[in-house]
């Protein structure tokens, strides 16, 4: 049998192929000459093959001036897809308004900015947009309505809204939605965590109806009342030093105090889960329309 580690021809054979390998590969020799083809990264992209996309166009020397909106609209869109929201919207913001894809990338943009709370920066992202398109109009201002909804600011809520077109079906619904969203959130009665407490240190249990957890609040007010019953039974006829008197009054007090630390801990999950899915709910109602206008 032939050893092939001593049989030289194929050796050296090796060697310069693994040479040639390296000095096509590595960065530093290549220069990322590698030509781009742009037809193929929309074809991953459209595919769903983003990460591949992505690599392309890390790996690629696309970058012109010639096809600097495709790349960044590409670029945006695939971080975009990946959920990769802050480097997507620096990406689709630097599309230009002479480019096929200027509306659709500010547009995602300014979502990507509601998403992460930038708010600001959606605000003068969609305040910038211009166009005669009653539609696109419609779908703005109802974007422009939706942030101003999340930011508490009822009037220019109102506004915005009233200028929206709600007969175009890519908005209808999720305006009807955001209607009743509206209406909700200023009819809710914000419940204090302070006053929660402050009941449940009067009356054990008080601060759990106040939050509307009346099966809770019996609970806890027969619980406390039964052991301060018991407590004040055992000091009646064994005195404050007994080891019965002192085992419930320790068990009284930090069943008290765990009452009052509940009813405020109560409150104040309520009110942030509350808070949550409304600002999920705004979200989740602005983005239809976009996906409905431009990702078809």
């Known amino acids: 049998m032939i050893d092939l580690k001593n049989f030289a ?10 040479i040639l390998l390296l000095f096509f590969t590595t960065p530093s020799f290549s220069q990322n000459t590698t030509l781009c083809d742009l037809k193929f990264v929309f074809h991953l992209v459209n595919a769903g093959d983003i990460e591949e996309a992505i690599y392309l166009l890390d790996s690629t020397n696309c970058y012109s001036d010639s096809s600097s909106d495709s790349l960044n609209y590409l670029r ?12 997507s919207s620096e990406s ?53 309505s939706g942030i101003y909804l999340l930011m508490g600011q009822k009037e220019k809520f109102e506004d915005y809204f009233s200028r929206t077109n709600r007969s175009y079906y890519e908005i209808t619904e999720s305006a009807d939605n955001l209607q009743k969203i509206s209406a909700d959130l200023y009819k809710h009665k914000i419940k204090s965590p302070v006053v929660a407490g402050l009941l449940s240190s009067i009356i054990p249990g008080s601060g759990k109806f106040y939050a509307g957890k009346r099966g809770e609040a019996i609970s806890a007010f027969l619980a406390n009342a039964g052991l301060g019953l018991v407590t004040w039974e055992n000091y ?8 019965r008197t002192l085992a419930f009054g320790s068990a009284f007090v930090f069943s008290y105090a765990a009452n009052i630390y509940g009813s405020v801990l109560t409150v104040n999950m ?5 808070k949550e899915n409304v600002k999920n709910s705004i979200l989740f109602n602005l983005h ?6 431009f990702d078809k």
């Open 270 to 274: 309520m009110e942030t889960e509350y």
């Open 92 to 144: 689709l913001i630097k599309v230009k308004p002479g480019s096929d894809f200027y509306l659709k990338s500010h547009f995602f943009a300014a979502y990507n900015y509601t998403y992460t709370a930038n708010l600001s920066e959606a605000l003068e992202t969609l305040s910038k947009m211009e166009f005669n398109s009653e539609k696109l109009n419609s779908v703005k201002n109802f974007e422009l």
């Open 76 to 87: 945006g869109w695939s971080l975009y897809s990946l959920k990769r929201l802050v480097p």
């Open 9 to 18: 021809p194929l050796r050296l054979c090796g060697n310069i192929t693994l």
């Open 236 to 243: 009646r006829e064994s005195g404050f030093k007994s080891f």
């Open 288 to 293: 239809i329309p976009l996906r409905n206008s």
